[in-house]
């Protein structure tokens, strides 16, 4: 148990202070931003609370005093909580609004930092055995003070996740929309762990032993904080994030798409705007462009096929397009249109390589019901199709 609670800790721990250095390093062209302020101080007291819980586990006293260390992780974790309140009101609050919820939420921490110090006196803290922190051990003034640090963790994360939603919806920035709601599921995992935690506490104090269960506030504690460490950094890097997504995205349709337009080129030269290279790779700087160019002379080399393609005619039943219906047999409507159209392809490759016309062929340019003006929905199908194209084998 106890090396599964040391790893869930250090995974926290880590995630705080990589989140503290990310945003260290754009110090420089945010520290004018008291939003940024709020938020490296809010870093800083959550590492501050996992430095203090790795010296309380460790045992023995910091400065001479016994427990000093579950103190001190108590009291920034108070203040972590409440300054986590505040930087949501600095991202969705105006100024006035900002600065009258900042007072109320720093009066309140104070309030529970001095109320729980004044508990771990009363409870003779400096000389109790740690352990005693951990489950209360039957001792009224120890759980009083336990119970009181979870409702100061429990009741931030409901109002974080009541107000996230609303100030999501308020916003225009997307990342920003994207980080409260990551925040709110932070609020949420946090909260089981406020749960787990009392659990863990009432039980010892009853007299039961719930085994293996005791973790569940070590894993909860862990994986909310490595969300709320995402979501307080997100809004700086998700748009680079989502960039990124999208590049990728972009270049895998861009190599799904060259089997099937390699022999579409092959059978209409004509459809390429420039002489196409050996590889089939593509820039950061030019894919778009590149994509572009490789739908387009898709669509344009699959027109010139229309004399090649039996209008009533669908992929038959044998031999490649009997493929087709056993490749996507299971599969939804959409993916056993694609094996259709790649088998139809297929086919009047070969017909347009043999020169044989079909008499009753596709002399009209639609795409049946497809939105060509639909760019990304554009894409998307025809990867569809060149990737079913791919599994049947390409024209011969």
């Not at 819980?53 to 400065?63: D, E, I, K, N, T």
């Not at 080129?265 to 593509?282: F, Q, R, T």
């Not at 950061?284 to 387009?296: E, F, T, W």
């Not at 044989?356 to 639909?374: L, V, W």
């Amino acid at each position: 148990m106890n090396t599964v609670r040391t790893l869930c800790f250090a995974v926290a721990a880590l995630s705080s202070y990589a989140a503290l250095v990310y945003r260290l390093c754009q110090a420089r062209r945010s520290w004018r931003d008291s939003a940024y302020r709020a938020l490296v101080v809010t870093l800083l007291l959550q590492c501050l609370t996992f430095t203090m819980g790795a010296v309380a586990m460790g045992g023995g006293s910091l400065l001479g005093v016994g427990n000093l260390a579950i103190l001190l992780m108590h009291l920034s974790a108070v203040a972590f909580c409440v300054a986590a309140q505040i930087i949501l009101l600095r991202w969705a609050a105006d100024g006035a609004a900002a600065a009258r919820g900042t007072r109320y939420w720093l009066a309140t921490g104070i309030a529970l930092n001095l109320l729980l110090t004044a508990l771990f006196l009363l409870a003779g803290g400096p000389g109790r055995p740690a352990s005693d922190f951990d489950t209360g051990s039957g001792q009224p003034l120890v759980l009083t003070y336990l119970l009181a640090f979870i409702v100061s963790q429990a009741v931030p994360c409901v109002t974080i996740f009541r107000q996230c939603g609303p100030y999501a919806r308020m916003t225009d920035n997307a990342s920003l929309r994207q980080a409260l709601r990551l925040l709110s599921v932070a609020a949420v995992v946090l909260f089981l762990y406020c749960l787990a935690r009392t659990v863990n506490i009432l039980t010892a104090a009853a007299g039961l032993d719930i085994g293996v269960w005791k973790l569940c506030a070590s894993v909860f504690s862990a994986a909310g904080i490595v969300v709320l460490s995402l979501s307080l950094t997100m809004s700086s890097w998700g748009t680079s994030a989502a960039r990124l997504l999208e590049w990728a995205y972009a270049y895998r349709s861009y190599r799904a798409l060259y089997p099937l337009w390699r022999d579409l080129y092959e059978a209409s030269p004509d459809i390429a705007l420039e002489p196409p290279g050996a590889s089939v790779s593509a820039s950061v700087s030019d894919l778009d462009y590149r994509l572009h160019r490789r739908v387009v002379e898709i669509r344009d080399g699959w027109r010139d096929l229309r004399p090649y393609i039996e209008r009533t005619g669908h992929a038959g039943t044998g031999g490649p397009a009997g493929e087709a219906g056993a490749e996507a047999g299971a599969a939804g409507t959409e993916v056993r249109q694609a094996f259709a159209e790649a088998a139809q392809i297929r086919q009047a490759l070969q017909a347009k390589r043999t020169g044989i016309i079909p008499p009753d062929n596709k002399d009209a340019g639609a795409f049946d019901d497809r939105d060509t003006n639909n760019f990304p929905a554009e894409v998307a199908w025809l990867t569809q199709v060149a990737t079913a194209y791919s599994k049947l084998g390409s024209a011969s």
